[in-house]
């Protein structure tokens, strides 16, 4: 049994365990691919997800154990498979991953919660503007903590904390979860835009207004008004929709290239989470009777394979109202 173990050796599951690692804590990285684990135990590299970056002489890695500290950067759409696979079990849990599941509308924190058997006293989530590849460099970065428990949300602050990596706390996960979950479909949207040199200006609207839908999504299910103008909210929304490290923004500027999904994911290195999240906010928000057009179209685009310029005429063509 492990400290801590990090579940999912993916370009962000490998540089947060790199960065724990490099502070001399006992910790693992987990994952299920034995051919990768050989090849970083071999290496000390992760060249599949992270490439060129030398990791930590303190790592280890193996396959999923329990660990009395389980973070987990399982991609949402596997997590509740991957815990039952390996029967994890953990004393406090930390999720990195950023969706939502499909039928149920759970975040992480509700599939750890029912899959692990632990109480949300127990689980916190990390979240922020924050780019893999620049946190494995040792460029300055920000980031915050969640939990309903400040005990636990002071205690993973510490852990994580570094010159370069600085992290705040704050009690609204739920809030924070939903947010990192949205801003991925914004991302593609923004990404569609983009390839189809729809210029600034509409891009700057994409932003503005799928923010007004992500406010009324995360206010309903009891985000805080102050989450949404921090590092989690404006702060990964301006990252993931603007930086080309987005793998959601690299998805949308590949559907504007008009290539079929399948091949888009196949060239992707890692998931992007907002092609999952899009297929759960498109279900609730009719449920639950949220206004979602750009998201809506975002649906249809991926899914229904609706042409980007048709989604544009019917966003642009809606009825006329007050900001």
């Known amino acids: 049994m492990y400290e801590i173990c990090v579940y999912g050796a993916g370009s962000w599951g ?114 922020g503007p924050n780019f893999a590849l620049e946190v494995a460099l040792e460029l300055p970065t920000a980031s915050v903590v969640a939990s309903c428990n400040k005990k636990l949300a002071k205690k993973f602050q510490n852990i994580f904390n570094t010159m370069y990596f600085r992290v705040y706390t704050s009690s609204d996960y739920i809030g924070i979860e939903y947010l990192g979950a949205l801003k991925n479909i914004l991302a593609i949207a923004c990404g569609i835009s983009d390839g189809l040199n729809l210029g600034q200006n509409a891009r700057a609207a994409l932003i503005t207004r799928g923010v007004a839908e992500i406010t009324r999504i995360f206010k309903f299910f009891g985000g805080k008004n102050k989450t949404m103008l921090g590092l989690a909210g404006i702060g990964d929304i301006i990252l993931t929709t603007t930086g080309n490290l987005s793998r959601n923004r690299m998805l949308g500027l590949k559907l504007a290239q008009g290539l079929p999904i399948d091949e888009i994911l196949s060239q992707l290195k890692g998931i992007p989470e907002g092609y999952n999240t899009v297929m759960a906010v498109f279900e609730f928000s009719k449920k639950y009777s949220i206004e979602t057009p750009i998201i809506n179209e975002i649906y249809n685009i991926i899914v229904n394979k609706k042409d980007p310029f048709e989604s544009i005429t019917a966003l642009m063509s809606r009825p006329l109202k007050s900001e």
């Open 14 to 127: 490998t540089a947060i365990a790199n960065l724990l690692a490099k502070k001399n804590l006992n910790v693992c990285l987990c994952a299920r691919d034995e051919k990768l684990i050989e090849t970083m135990q071999a290496s000390y590299q992760n060249d599949k997800y992270l490439k060129g970056v030398h990791l930590s002489q303190n790592l280890v890695f193996d396959t999923p154990k329990n660990s009395s500290i389980g973070i987990f950067a399982v991609p949402v759409k596997y997590l509740r498979g991957f815990i039952k696979q390996f029967s994890i079990k953990v004393d406090l849990a930390l999720s990195l991953s950023k969706g939502i599941e499909e039928k149920t509308f759970l975040t992480p924190s509700g599939i750890l919660i029912e899959t692990l058997g632990i109480t949300k006293e127990q689980f916190a989530v990390l979240s």
